[in-house]
């Protein structure tokens, strides 16, 4: 299967990475959300991040930002969507949202278009039970910048078909990823790891041990990681960061997955890390 056209939900800084990238392969992409001022933001920041990623990656594709937002149909409206081949969800995650967007694209997709969700811990086989195929849903756990990974984590739930993992990997090469399947679970493999690893790196802070600094230089220093676990956090989003760690501790019950209260007061006082312009650093 050739796939086309991509509706891509939910254009914050992860459906904005998913949008770019497949415009730059050359997709027709439909970037649908709830208001007209998200959506210009969303074209500003594609526009920007196609002149950034221009500097730090060599390639013979010369098309203008011009040239790719035109692949991209901007919309507030669901029914853009009855065309589309395949769907990456990327709605914020509280699963009281995301529950409601299925049955909506259900009801509005063909038949054999398949769902992606990209989510960071929410089980697949819970987004599969409210639409009417089960077996089409997959999880895709992009990493950001997405146009700047080449690896995803590929997460089949209960019900998905082969056939659905076999039309989600070829989508994803036709995007230049590699794909790595996994059994579903909340977290999956990444955030299971990387949650907690930035949870405690947030009590470390929180209880004075060293600064944000030297946290993220002990892990970039002493163990070869590219970012350390807060600059990683302000990456993502704290608000992200936050929500995946109540579904984990949702989900399993278990105190090692507790919210540090600092992540919590960070949240509520508005410091989601880069996309905010403050985090654990300060970002113009």
């Not at 594709?61 to 991209?72: G, Q």
């Not at 995301?98 to 038949?111: Q, T």
């Amino acid at each position: 299967m050739d796939i086309q056209t991509v509706g891509v939900v939910g254009a914050g800084v992860m459906g904005i990475g998913v949008a770019q990238n497949l415009a730059q392969t050359n997709h027709q992409v439909f970037l649908i959300d709830i208001s007209e001022n998200i959506l210009d933001k969303a074209r500003h920041e594609i526009r920007n991040n196609i002149r950034f990623q221009s500097f730090f990656q060599k390639s013979n594709n010369t098309e203008t930002p011009d040239n790719i937002l035109s692949k991209i149909e901007f919309s507030t409206n669901y029914k853009s969507l009855d065309c589309t081949d395949f769907i990456i969800e990327n709605v914020t995650e509280k699963w009281n949202i995301k529950r409601e967007v299925y049955p909506l694209l259900d009801s509005i997709c063909p038949p054999d278009c398949v769902f992606a969700a990209n989510t960071s811990a929410i089980p697949i086989t819970r987004i599969a039970s409210v639409t009417k195929r089960a077996d089409k849903i997959v999880g895709i756990h992009f990493m950001n910048p997405v146009p700047m990974k080449p690896m995803v984590e590929m997460i089949r739930g209960y019900h998905t078909s082969d056939v659905t993992i076999e039309t989600a990997k070829q989508m994803l090469a036709q995007m230049g990823k590699e794909s790595i399947i996994v059994n579903d679970s909340p977290g999956f493999v990444s955030n299971r790891v990387l949650m907690l690893t930035i949870n405690e790196a947030i009590f470390i802070l929180q209880d004075q041990v060293a600064t944000a600094e030297d946290v993220d230089k002990i892990f970039k220093g002493c163990f070869g990681h590219k970012m350390g676990p807060l600059e990683t956090a302000d990456l993502i989003g704290l608000d992200t960061i936050l929500f995946s760690i109540e579904v984990l501790y949702e989900n399993f019950n278990d105190s090692k997955y507790r919210p540090c209260p600092l992540l919590k007061k960070m949240v509520d006082a508005g410091l989601h890390g880069k996309k905010s312009g403050k985090g654990f650093y300060v970002y113009q």
